[in-house]
Every structure is written in structure tokens, then in C-alpha cells.
């Protein structure tokens, strides 16, 4: 631990006990303000999931390894547009600039897919669901933690990988955010 410094300071003392401490004006403008993000009002608290709401999540990640599969780009983005439009909301952005943007990624990553790219299919029975962000989120994952959604691609050697969270919003489950 460091019990002093010293430094040939000018209009300070030569030695400048620590911890320094100076109180340092800000102005509200700077205070620091939560971004304006949706999700955390809307979404429903969740204590406990039924079999009915594990069967919808299953549903969603079913959904976007269809779309991912058939590289559609519009279908993946409407399966995960609560999530893409909160975001932009979030980081004071477009809605639509954040939607071109995603679909210039996803567009980017089919480009550089060959077309030997596969879903590893995910067993059904070895899942689980993490409830996160004070019971806002439910986290869908494979045994062992890995993503709920997996793409091989046995030509590259690599594998694609997507996070499914999902929350009920309204009384309806969508995805709230992962990727």
C-alpha cells in the first residue's frame, strides 16, 4: 500500500498525503441517467415458469434455428425485434438504423457461411432456464451452459452460436435479448 507521494509539485505541498481526496464539480447535464430502455418496466416478473411457458421458449429457439437455417434474415429479425428495437431505444439510436444494421450482420455472417452450415440440434429433454436480471430474463441453454442455438459449418470449421433470453411481455413471451 502506498502511504505518501511525492512529487516537486509547484503549488502543492511536497508531499501530497493519501488518499487525496477533491471534491469535483458536475453539472446535472453530466449526471449519469438510465438509459431509456423498455424492457425492464414491461417485462413481467416471473417466479415460476409451467411447462406451457418452457414449451414457448423451446418454440422461439426453434424459430430462429428455422430462420438461421434458411438464412432469413427478415424472419430473424422479426423474432427478435423486441430485442433490437429496446436496444436502440437504449442507446438513443434509430429503430431503423439498428435494423439495417442487423441485417447487414446477418447478411455478412450467411455470406461467409458455406452452405454445408447445420443446426446441432439441441435435445429437448437437456435443457435449462435460468430466471436473470431480478426475474426479468429467462436464460434458454444446453446442458453444460452452452447456447440454446448452434450452427456447424463442417467447410469453415466453426460453429455459430446464439443466446436465447425471453421474457413475457404483455402476457406474450418474445426475445428480450442474447445474439
Known sequence: MLASFSYPFQEEP????????KKIPVAD???????????????????SLTEEDKQTILT???????AFAEKNITRLYELME??????????????ERI???VH????????KASDKIMPIPMDKEKVSFTLAANNKLVLLHREGGGEAVIFDDP???????????????NGKWCITRGI
Open 155 to 169: 467447410i469453415k470449421k466453426n460453429e455459430t452460436s446464439i443466446d436465447i433470453f425471453a421474457s413475457s411481455i
Open 29 to 47: 447535464e453530466f449526471l449519469i441517467k438510465l438509459p431509456p430502455a423498455k424492457l425492464w418496466t414491461e417485462a413481467e416478473t416471473i417466479n
Open 60 to 66: 422461439l429457439a426453434d424459430e430462429v434455428t428455422k
Open 99 to 101: 435494423k439495417e444494421v
Open 14 to 21: 511536497p508531499v501530497v498525503p493519501l488518499p487525496l481526496k
Open 82 to 95: 423486441y430485442r433490437y428495437t429496446d436496444q436502440a431505444v437504449a442507446s438513443y439510436q434509430s429503430p
Open 104 to 111: 447487414t450482420q446477418f447478411g455478412w455472417i450467411f455470406d
